[in-house]
């Protein structure tokens, strides 16, 4: 058995010489340089730098997918990022300004906010084309999505102001908020009862309930809130403060500031990793970003990133998991997926691929060669199958390929149920050579049946002794005629030139009555 270990997310780690590495993945995005580090969390480095257009502002993840979008404001584009790769795919055009980008649950939308002409921008993901434009208020900053998918919330900075879109419509919003001023950062709690605004000019955050949509709570903070992120469990709020360089924590049951943490000057976008346990945040003025531990509330380490990571939104990805691929059988060929096109590396390729993501697989085999099945994490006989990394294991996906000629006989198996004894019922097979390329022809020896009740049609035997070009196919029928009541079985022998089944085995039974 040959064997391909893939897993998706890091195979460029190969190439750049990384080891590989199970952590969530901090996509930071540098303002100045115009590009993306990446920061592996557990190792605390840079593990790839991605260009990307100029004056990158704000990004969004989308795990199960592997994507990640920076809207870059000064070449009005959205940058469409592979995070299992680590590379520029796709540039997006026809913006105007774009500050801020999210994406919804499911993948198939993107929302960026134009800060030029005050609105928002519905893109189709499946062909990255603008469906739809919808009026906010002025200078829209920031961006989420509700937990559903049935909501977008905008900031307006200019206007003190939150839009509500509703995306079954996707006409003007559908409630306009007024909150603290210039707000910034905005975040949804995982629940999707509530929703954080960071508010620049008034430092505090604003709560809203996404049922009454309704300011419930304003809470102080520091000195220019910007950035904000809510923990995954929904307990805890991190709001980073630009002004007063740190963070404030808040416990979201008492609706109340508990801990303020100093970090480097500067400190814009901050996020939280899936597991709760660190948060990240982006240090402007001194181009790092501070890692957090949230047990300790302290920051553990700071790692020196690009030029002027001034920027928000969610940018870490989930952790890494693994998928291997075999490829069995006498035959060769190649295994594919819809993201990383070849993904054939020899006898073996490591790399490692964020978890959640669904991976859409299809197997090719060469030119003297047939795909036959899947099995472990794929099954059945369709080229193309998906598989969804999650709970923390490996998967295996087997690929097997035949080389030519190949067999198939159809029916795989036949019970006859109750027949009277003494009297007879036939049953027909179908062989069929499923080489479909090339000349290889399938060439069937005598097919015989050793028993008393089960026998084969001699008159009705088109396939014994022939030759089958590819794709052809013959039938043959045998007949049962039980002697006494009870259970009858035999098998039928089909030889042939299969070079990975050189004798076919077809198992029949009967019930005489």
Request: neutral net charge; aromatic residues 6%.
């Amino acid at each position: 058995m040959k064997k391909l270990i893939i897993s998706l997310a890091l195979l460029s780690s190969l190439l750049i010489g990384n080891n590989v590495t199970a952590a969530p993945m901090a996509f930071i995005v540098n303002e100045g340089s115009n590009d993306v580090s990446v920061v592996d969390t557990a190792t605390y480095t840079v593990v790839a730098t991605i260009p990307v257009g100029a004056g990158p502002e704000m990004i969004a993840m989308h795990s199960l997918s592997a994507t990640a979008y920076v809207t870059c404001q000064s070449s009005n584009t959205v940058s469409v990022i592979d995070t299992a790769f680590f590379t520029e795919t796709a540039v997006i055009g026809g913006f105007s300004y774009p500050r801020a980008v999210a994406v919804s649950p499911n993948g198939a939308w993107l929302y960026v906010a134009n800060a030029g002409p005050d609105t928002v921008s519905v893109v189709d993901t499946s062909s990255y084309s603008v469906v739809a434009t919808v009026s906010v208020g002025v200078n829209p900053r920031g961006i989420d999505v509700s937990p559903d998918g049935l909501m977008v919330f905008v900031t307006n900075a200019m206007s003190d102001t939150v839009s509500v879109i509703d995306t079954t419509a996707l006409t003007a919003p559908a409630v306009t908020i007024n909150v603290g001023s210039y707000p910034l950062g905005i975040a949804v709690a995982p629940d999707g009862g509530k929703v954080y605004i960071a508010n620049n000019g008034t430092n505090d955050v604003s709560v809203v309930d996404t049922v009454s949509l309704m300011v419930t709570n304003t809470i102080p903070v520091g000195e220019w809130p910007y950035g904000i992120a809510v923990s995954p469990d929904g307990s805890t709020v991190y709001v980073a403060n630009n002004g007063t360089y740190d963070i404030s924590v808040l416990d979201t049951a008492s609706e109340t500031v508990t801990a303020t943490i100093l970090v480097d000057s500067g400190s814009s976008g901050v996020a939280v990793t899936p597991g709760g346990t660190k948060v990240v945040v982006a240090n402007a003025q001194q181009n790092n970003i501070s890692i957090i531990d949230t047990l300790s509330l302290t920051v553990t380490t700071t790692v020196p990133v690009g030029l002027n990571p001034n920027f928000m939104g969610k940018f870490i990805a989930g952790p890494s998991k693994s998928l291997l691929i075999e490829k069995s059988g006498s035959g060769a060929g190649d295994v594919k997926s819809l993201k990383l096109k070849s993904i054939d590396c020899g006898a073996t390729c490591e790399s490692n691929f964020q978890g959640g993501i669904q991976v859409k697989l299809k197997a090719k085999s060469d030119k003297s060669s047939v795909f036959k099945e899947w099995s472990g994490a794929c099954s059945g006989i369709k080229k193309e199958c998906y598989v969804t990394i999650e709970g923390g294991v490996s998967k295996i996906a087997v690929a097997a390929f035949l080389r030519y000629p190949t067999i198939r006989v159809t029916p795989v198996a036949k019970d006859f149920k109750g027949v009277k004894t003494g009297s007879i019922k036939k049953a027909r097979f179908t062989v069929k050579n499923k080489t479909t390329k090339g000349k290889q022809s399938l060439n069937i020896g005598q097919i015989s049946i050793l028993s008393r009740v089960f026998s084969i049609i001699a008159e009705s035997d088109g396939c014994s002794n022939t030759s089958l070009g590819p794709g052809g196919s013959c039938r043959f029928e045998i007949q049962y005629r039980p002697i006494l009541q009870g259970r009858d079985s035999a098998t039928i022998e089909i030889p042939s030139n299969d070079p990975d089944s050189s004798l076919t085995i077809i198992s029949v039974s009967g019930e005489g009555i």
